[in-house]
């Protein structure tokens, strides 16, 4: 599976960014997709994460209210909307790909892309 983010920038506080993560390659068994962040010297964060089928979605409690993944089949992609940034949503957000558990677990994903930077000022 391969996986390649876009979307990332620099906004001010209180705006909003969507991310994308197009999944290509041998998907098959592929059934969570979920996206992580990394802020400099801190640990990798799960923050959202969408189990394929049925369709289930799972928040880390910093973002619930502010953050929305949701999935097109049809362009093999999947979206973080993050609504209301604050400077502490700074980081590297990458999404990953489970064929097993879904969560927001690193050790769940087998599959990154390489991230996209997201800057709050």
């Known amino acids: 599976v391969q996986l390649v983010e876009s979307g990332g920038g620099s906004v001010q506080a209180g705006g909003s960014l969507s991310l994308s993560c197009e999944v290509s390659?041998?998907?098959?068994?592929?059934?969570?997709i979920g996206w992580f962040r990394q802020a400099p010297g801190k640990e990798r964060e799960g923050v959202a994460a969408?189990?394929?089928?049925?369709?289930?979605?799972y928040y880390a409690d910093s973002v619930k209210g502010r953050f929305a993944i949701w999935q097109d089949n049809a362009k093999a992609t999947v979206y973080l909307e993050i609504n209301y940034l604050r400077p502490e949503d700074t980081a590297m957000y990458y999404c990953?790909?489970?064929?097993?558990?879904?969560?927001?677990?690193?050790?769940?994903?087998?599959?990154w892309g390489q991230g996209t930077q997201v800057t709050v000022s």
């Open positions: 990953a790909a489970s064929r097993g558990s879904c969560g927001l677990r690193a050790s769940f994903f087998d599959s």
């Open positions: 390659g041998i998907t098959e068994g592929t059934n969570c």
């Open positions: 969408i189990y394929t089928r049925p369709v289930m979605t």
